[in-house]
Every structure is written in structure tokens, then in C-alpha cells.
């Protein structure tokens, strides 16, 4: 005798099936969906959606430096961790702890906001590059000062370096660890707040 009830239950469960057979999550915990980018000129740089931006843990050991202009291919979130790791000092080249640093940011991330900690940094990251810059002009020697707009990847690259730089600048000699230094600067250049932010404040300077 043939059970039409669960024949129907088995298609059923086809229909819903998703297109992975485990939904990628960053440190399988944060989901990569409804990530969105506010500013479209950064949307090719700040990029989540496509399958290799889309990592369960931020260390591909991918050979970024080949080409140029190939590192915009990294997932935002290891660029974030080599940033982390290459300060020139103690800490330099030591990845798998700059890994568990940021694990540790994304955690303190959502339970200050309650958001996702993947949104709350490509915020972050939107607001923490600065948009105007000056360059010199002039040969000989008079040299002056012309304002110039700034290319989508410097952007991202100066807000990744400027956030590095301020979260390890309050960590030393302080009480406060490195992941909590680092999920301060990343809330509050996520909210452009200029007085808390390193970022945000040296953005303005430039």
C-alpha cells in the first residue's frame, strides 16, 4: 500500500532544501545574509555576498600580494585580522592570535549592539576612510597643496589600517584587552562618532 502522506512530506522537504548544504557563517555563527553596504562607490570593496567573501574562519592563505590590486579579493574580515597582526612589533605574524581576537570582537560586538557584528564593521569601515585627500603640485620649488577625491580601495584600506591602528594605540599600557579596544573603535566608527573614534577623528585631520 503506498503512503501518499509521506511521499508529499518527502517532496516538500526537496522544495525547501537551500542551495548549500550548510548556510557559511562566519565563525559558524554569523550569517553573511542581509549584510549590506551603505555607500555604493565601496559596494565592489565592502563586498559579502559572493561565495569566496563568504568564509567560515578568516584565513584563506591566499597569495593576496601577486597582482596588484588583487587584495580587494580578500574577505573583509581577514583583511581586518592581517591588519590586526602586522604592527611591526611583538605581535607581528602571528595570525592564528589575531584570529582569535577578532572571534573575540565579534562577540563583544553583538552583545553591546545586539546587531550582526558582519554589518556593524562594513559600517564601520564605510565611515572610517576619509573622502577628500591633499596632494602636492609643483616642481622646482614652489609646491602647493591640491585636494584630490580618493579612490574606493584607499578608502577601505585607510579605515581597516586607521581602526588597527587606534584599537592597539588604546590597548597599550591600558587595563582594557585588545578585543574590547577594537570592538570600541569598530561601534563607534560605525556611528561616525568622531569623539570615540580614532578613525572617525583622524579621517576629519586629513
Known amino acids: 500500500m503506498v503512503d501518499h502522506n509521506s511521499d508529499a512530506a518527502l517532496e516538500n522537504q526537496e522544495d525547501s532544501r537551500p542551495e548549500f548544504a550548510l548556510e557559511p557563517k562566519l565563525f559558524g555563527k554569523w550569517s553573511y545574509e542581509g549584510v549590506t553596504v ?10 559579502v555576498q559572493t561565495v569566496k567573501q563568504q568564509v567560515y574562519f578568516p584565513y584563506t592563505a591566499g597569495r593576496y600580494q601577486q597582482r596588484r590590486f588583487k587584495k580587494a579579493q580578500c574577505p573583509i574580515v581577514e583583511r581586518l585580522v592581517t591588519s590586526i597582526m602586522c604592527s611591526g612589533g611583538r605581535n ?25 557584528p558582519i554589518q556593524v564593521l562594513v559600517n564601520a569601515l564605510n565611515n572610517g576612510g576619509a573622502r577628500e585627500d591633499s596632494t602636492r603640485i609643483g616642481s ?12 574606493p580601495l584607499r578608502r577601505v584600506n585607510q579605515a581597516i589600517y586607521l581602526i588597527a591602528k587606534g584599537s592597539r594605540d588604546n590597548a597599550f599600557r591600558s587595563m582594557k584587552r585588545i578585543s574590547e579596544c577594537l570592538a570600541d573603535e569598530i561601534i563607534a566608527c560605525s556611528k561616525n562618532l568622531a569623539t570615540n573614534s580614532y578613525a572617525a577623528r583622524k579621517k576629519d585631520e586629513i
Open 140 to 151: 622646482g620649488g614652489v609646491v602647493r597643496r591640491q585636494a584630490v577625491d580618493v579612490s
Open 38 to 47: 551603505p555607500d555604493m562607490s565601496l559596494a565592489a570593496y565592502l563586498q
Open 92 to 116: 607581528n605574524g602571528k595570525k592564528q592570535m589575531a584570529v582569535k581576537i577578532v572571534k573575540q570582537t565579534m562577540e563583544i560586538i553583538h552583545l553591546l549592539t545586539g546587531h550582526n
